[in-house]
């Protein structure tokens, strides 16, 4: 098999296994216990939401927002909530291609 059937059928693979996770997925599992106490000084997410200086959820103002970079930054490996969430997506995202069968390394 040539190079461009064999990317084709890779790609075709990984647009199946992303299909077949898409969902609305809970935050909590997004920045679940591991990641959390991976990168924050909070041991789980509950910790981290109830330290929060305010209430996260999908409507944040930008003051709000400007309060949770701080509190980010203070308390995590990140220097913002959108660095945070991107770095939490990208492991999510990897995690569920790993149960699609997919290996990375």
Known sequence: ???????????????????????????????NNDFISLNTSFSTYEEFILGSPIKINNEISE??????????????????????YQHAGQKFAVEQLKKQGFKFK
Do not use: C
């Not at 003051?63 to 945070?84: A, G, K, Q, R």
């Open 1 to 31: 098999m040539d190079f461009n059937k064999q990317m084709g059928k890779i790609t075709k693979q990984i647009s199946d296994a992303v299909k077949s996770s898409e969902g609305n997925y809970d935050l909590s599992e997004i920045l």
């Open 63 to 84: 003051e709000e927002l400007e309060i949770l970079d701080e509190y980010v930054n203070s308390n995590t490996n990140f220097s913002d909530w959108n660095e945070m």
